[in-house]
C-alpha cells in the first residue's frame, strides 16, 4: 500500500489560503501608491522620473514580503510587473548596506531576458547608484574577458543564464559569491522546461546558505513545488491571476509573412468597413512606415508615436474621438492611454510583446458592453510568443485562412513542426 502524500495535501492547502489571502487582499489593492510601500527616497525619484505612481497587484503583494527579508514564491505572468516586484525591494536592502559587494544574483532562462532586466534595473536605480550587469553566452571570446573582468571590478547585481553562470563561477577568478544576499530565479518554470535544473541546483551550491531567495514562476507545476521545497526557507506565496480578454471580442488570427502583411490588411479593413480602427505596431518605427503605406492607398490613417509633442496627442484623440480620423496606428503606449468607445475593429500587425499586453491593445474594442473584433497577424519568429499568449489567456482565437497569392512564413512551420497548419476545412475565409 503506498503512504499518503501529506507534502500534497499541503501544498493544495497553501493554495487554497493563499488564493483566499489574494481575495482579500485584492479588495484593497488600488489605495496603495509607491510612496506606501516605504521604498529609498532616491528609488521614489527614479519611479517618479519614469511617470509610475501606482503599483500593479504583484509589485503590491510582493514587495512588503521581499522588503520584511521573508523567502517569496510568486506564481505570476511575464507582462503582470513581476521585474519591479523583485527589483524595487532588492535595490532598497541593498541601500541599507554599508559596504557594497556583489549582493544580488538573478538567475533567467534567456539572454533576452537577462538584457531586459538589466535595462530595467538601469532605469530603476538611475538615481541610487546601483550597478548591475547581464551575464550570458553566445558572444565572442572578447565578451567572455569583458563580463569577467567587470565582475571581479564589482556590480552590486548580475543577472545570468544557468550555463554562462555556471561555467564563471566553475572557472578560476571570475567573482566571488561569498557576499551574496538575494537571489531570485525568475521564470522558474521555463527554465525547468529547458532542462536547467541540475544547472540551477549546482550554482547555488555555490551561494551562502544565508540569503533571501525569491522564485518567481508562469505556472506552479509539482516540479516548481519540488524545486521551491529545496531551496527556500518558509516562503510566502503569491498568486496573480493573468487578465482576461472581455468576453465581447471576437478574436481572430492569421499566420502571414511580413511581406504580404500590408496588403492582407488592406484587404481586410475594405472588407469590414469599420467605423473606428487601432493597428498596433512593435515600434515607432513600424508605426511611421505602415502609416505612410496607408496614405498611399488613400486610407484616412494617422500615426501616433512618442515623436510628437502632447498638444499633437491630444488633438489626434480628439479627431480620432469625433470621427474626423477613421484609423490610428502605435505602438503599446497607446493601448494603456486610449478611453475611446465605439472602437470596432483592433489589429495587432505585431504580435505583442506578452500576454498582458495583448489583452491591453485588444481591451480597447467591445467595452461599454458592446461588440468587437480583435486581429493579429503572425509571422514565423512570432509564433511561440503567439502560441504563449494564447495558452496563458485561454483565448478562443479564430484563424483566417490566407487569399490566394500570400504565404505564412516556412520558419513558422520549422519554429514547432509539431502544431501544423489546421487544414483549410477548419480555417476561416477571408
Not at 229 to 256: D, F, N, R, V, W
Not at 334 to 353: A, H, M
Not at 357 to 385: C, M, Q, S, W
Not at 400 to 413: I, T, W
Request: hydrophobic share 40%; glycine share 6%.
Amino acid at each position: 500500500m503506498m503512504a499518503f502524500d501529506w507534502f500534497h495535501v499541503w501544498v493544495k492547502i497553501q493554495i487554497f489560503l493563499n488564493i483566499l489571502q489574494l481575495h482579500i487582499l485584492q479588495a484593497n489593492l488600488n489605495v496603495l501608491t509607491f510612496f506606501d510601500l516605504n521604498l529609498n527616497d532616491s528609488l521614489l525619484d527614479g519611479l517618479d522620473a519614469m511617470g509610475f505612481e501606482t503599483p500593479t497587484p504583484i509589485q503590491q503583494l510582493a514587495i512588503p514580503h521581499v522588503l520584511a527579508k521573508h523567502d517569496l514564491i510568486a506564481c505570476a505572468q511575464t507582462g503582470t510587473g513581476k521585474t519591479a516586484a523583485f527589483v524595487l525591494p532588492v535595490i532598497h536592502n541593498i541601500l541599507e548596506h554599508e559596504n557594497r559587494k556583489l549582493s544580488t544574483l538573478v538567475i533567467v532562462p534567456t539572454r533576452e531576458l537577462a538584457q531586459q532586466i538589466d535595462q530595467q534595473i538601469e532605469g530603476l536605480a538611475y538615481f541610487t547608484g546601483v550597478s548591475s550587469m547581464a551575464v550570458y553566452g553566445g558572444g565572442d571570446g572578447l565578451s567572455w574577458e569583458q563580463q569577467q573582468k567587470a565582475l571581479r571590478t564589482g556590480v552590486d547585481v548580475v543577472i545570468a543564464t544557468p550555463g554562462r553562470l555556471l561555467a564563471m563561477l566553475t572557472s578560476s577568478g571570475s567573482f566571488d559569491t561569498k557576499y551574496i544576499k538575494y537571489l531570485v530565479l525568475d521564470e522558474a518554470d521555463r527554465m525547468l522546461d529547458m532542462g536547467f535544473y541540475d544547472d540551477i541546483i549546482r550554482i547555488i551550491s555555490f551561494i551562502p546558505k544565508e540569503r533571501q531567495t525569491l522564485l518567481f514562476s508562469a505556472t506552479m507545476p509539482p516540479r516548481i513545488r519540488t524545486l521551491a521545497q529545496k531551496i527556500l526557507h518558509h516562503p510566502k506565496e503569491i498568486t496573480i491571476a493573468i487578465s482576461k480578454p472581455a468576453e465581447g471580442i471576437a478574436q481572430q488570427m492569421c499566420y502571414i509573412g511580413d511581406a504580404y502583411k500590408t496588403a492582407f490588411l488592406l484587404s481586410y479593413l475594405q472588407a469590414r468597413q469599420d467605423d473606428r480602427v487601432i493597428i498596433f505596431a512593435s515600434t515607432k518605427d513600424k508605426v511611421k512606415e505602415l502609416h505612410k503605406e496607408l496614405v498611399k492607398r488613400k486610407v484616412n490613417a494617422q500615426a501616433f508615436h512618442s515623436d510628437l509633442e502632447q498638444p499633437e496627442r491630444e488633438e489626434l484623440m480628439r479627431a480620432f474621438k469625433n470621427n474626423e480620423i477613421k484609423l490610428l496606428i502605435g505602438t503599446d503606449i497607446l493601448s494603456r492611454g486610449i478611453d475611446v468607445e465605439g472602437i470596432s475593429l483592433v489589429v495587432n500587425y505585431d504580435v505583442p510583446p506578452d500576454p498582458e499586453d495583448y489583452v491591453h491593445r485588444i481591451g480597447r474594442t467591445a467595452r461599454a458592453e458592446r461588440t468587437g473584433t480583435a486581429l493579429t497577424l503572425v509571422n514565423g519568429k512570432d509564433f511561440i510568443k503567439f502560441k504563449r499568449i494564447k495558452e496563458l489567456t485561454g483565448s478562443n482565437i479564430v484563424e483566417l485562412m490566407l487569399p490566394e497569392g500570400m504565404k505564412a512564413d516556412e520558419q513558422r512551420r520549422s519554429v514547432h513542426s509539431s502544431n501544423k497548419l489546421p487544414s483549410n476545412k477548419h480555417r476561416k475565409k477571408l
